[in-house]
């Protein structure tokens, strides 16, 4: 049994974290907190966490390059596992209970609703970085790992537009139900501005030129 | 033919003397029990409806009803709007008729209330996200009042204010849509007895999270046509501006009645969920009430005025 002590705090916090979208609906399940439209209810809530957790395992590379904190590197394919796990979640409920398999029903919706076609594309796309994600996989493709997985540059968008037209707006003219949406557009955006080669060499050398005090920049225990 | 082509009959409305009986049942009894003799009570209420194939309308929980609730005056969060509302101050409360009438007038809504004499109305409630209530509510004709203002000839429409007041709706405050939340009617729309204004709920008055003191319903549009806490209705002779249309204009039409037939840009309305059922349902055409109200729109394509 490994104990407790092999695992460092932020991987304790992370798993923490990561489940509590999971732990929080049991809670409620129990508690009558599901809301009188349960299936939306947990639909939302489940596409919310992968979302989230998604633009988390994109914001690991800026947080390293910003503040030199290379354990979170470590930590990128758990927070991308647990949001497929979500993900899984989310779309085994929008099949099996909200459209109880009426697979007519379901293909109409896909093709009816915009946002459902790309709520389908990204859970698609994103299938091929889940197998992959093993040391097993990554050792095999080599350089092309890395590109594969920098479809989730792709993912995350279509996943945030697919969030954003579920809503009631306009998300394009910033009108309407589309504030949350918005907020992680931003906070994409921004991680994908960190990742722009002179934005990211600009920020890295302000970092060892100012020695910033907020540098968490711990040894590494192997 | 398919499933989500089928019409029904669909005279919903409580019959007078099952509605007078219930009352004197619910007098006797109080209201101890309440949610759980009218949840007996309500398949007599709408079994005379004699359809075929549809499932039947049980009216939903009082429970359902009053948290699950789209007021985004308060939050967009439908689970919390209830808490948000609690304590909104819905007394004292006047309406102001005006516009293109003889008699304009600004009423209390008690003496609204104890003039048209609510009586209850058991609707399906259809939401443009596709998920439906069935709703007891209390409420009198529309039609009623604006017969007391006298419309002037040239009136064409009816146009609905609600409440502007932040500092008792926090939801308010959001830059993202153009308070406050406006609706409107045709003329013949707002004077067919269906469309009421409602100021209770299960023979109570209405929660704050319903749109106390006053709103108004309209079964066979989508559930944001039936504006809440109104404080203005003005006769007009020209198509009001409505929030929706002007948040989203391609995506919320004026006229949004229900129609499996005619999707949102970004939803198919051809099935909804009913609140308290596993199964999607199909949705009916006007909502069920195409008998009532399919007359309103003979001639006119749908698909453009939606």
């Known amino acids: 049994m490994p104990s407790l002590k092999r695992y460092t705090p932020l991987q304790i916090f992370m798993h923490a974290a990561a489940s509590f979208p999971l732990v929080r609906l049991v809670f409620e399940a129990f508690t009558g907190g599901l809301t009188a439209n349960p299936i939306q209810h947990i639909e939302q809530r489940t596409g919310r966490a992968a979302l989230t957790l998604l633009i988390l395992a994109l914001a690991v590379t800026p947080l390293n390059t910003l503040f030199g904190w290379s354990e979170l590197i470590k930590r990128r394919r758990a927070l991308g596992l647990y949001a497929f796990l979500y993900a899984c979640v989310h779309v085994i409920i929008f099949l099996n209970l909200d459209y109880g398999l009426a697979w007519s029903l379901i293909v109409q919706t896909v093709f009816e609703k915009p946002y459902i076609l790309l709520g389908a594309a990204a859970f698609l796309l994103l299938i091929p970085l889940a197998v992959t994600s093993f040391d097993v996989w990554k050792a095999r493709l080599g350089k092309r790992w890395k590109y594969l997985h920098m479809l989730l540059y792709f993912i995350v968008p279509i996943a945030t537009l697919h969030y954003a037209w579920g809503k009631k707006g306009d998300f394009f003219h910033f009108s309407g139900e589309v504030g949350r949406p918005w907020a992680y557009a931003i906070v994409f955006i921004m991680l994908m501005i960190l990742r722009i080669p002179a934005v990211r060499r600009f920020f890295a050398s302000l970092r060892t030129r100012l020695r910033l005090p907020f540098s968490i920049n711990k040894p590494q225990a192997s | ?306």
């Open chain 2, 1 to 306: 033919m398919s499933p989500f082509q089928s019409n029904i009959p669909s005279s919903e409305i409580t019959p007078k003397e099952v509605f007078l009986s219930r009352r004197d049942v619910l007098k006797a009894a109080g209201f101890a029990g309440l949610g759980a003799l009218l949840a007996a009570c309500a398949p007599q209420a709408v079994s005379s409806s004699g359809a075929q194939a549809a499932p039947p309308d049980v009216p939903n929980s009082l429970e359902d009803i009053s948290n699950y609730n789209n007021y985004y005056e308060f939050t967009v969060d439908k689970a919390r709007v209830a808490p948000l509302a609690k304590d909104f101050t819905s007394r004292p409360w006047t309406v102001e008729v005006g516009g293109l009438v003889n008699n304009p007038k600004t009423y209390d809504v008690d003496e609204l209330i104890k003039k048209f004499q609510p009586e209850e109305r058991i609707y399906r409630l259809r939401c443009v996200e596709a998920w439906s209530m069935v709703i007891p509510w209390m409420g009198f004709p529309l039609a009623k009042l604006l017969a007391e203002v006298e419309p002037a000839s040239d009136a064409k429409y009816v146009a609905f204010e609600t409440i502007y007041d932040p500092d008792q709706m926090p939801g308010q405050k959001s830059p993202l849509f153009p308070w406050p939340y406006r609706e409107g009617l045709r003329m013949d729309e707002a004077m067919n007895d269906l469309a009421i204004l409602a100021t209770g709920l299960y023979g109570d008055l209405l929660p704050n999270q319903n749109g106390a003191p006053i709103r108004l319903v309209v079964p066979w549009k989508y559930g944001f046509k039936s504006i809440k806490g109104i404080v203005r209705i003005e006769l007009t002779n020209e198509e009001p501006a409505t929030l929706w249309s002007s948040a989203s204009p391609n995506e919320y039409g004026f006229y949004a009645n229900v129609n499996p037939n005619v999707s949102h840009p970004r939803w198919s309305q051809a099935s909804e969920r009913r609140i308290g059922e596993l199964t999607r349902r199909p949705t009916l055409m006007f909502n069920g009430y195409a008998e009532q109200v399919a007359h309103l729109y003979e001639g006119m394509d749908l698909a453009k005025n939606y």
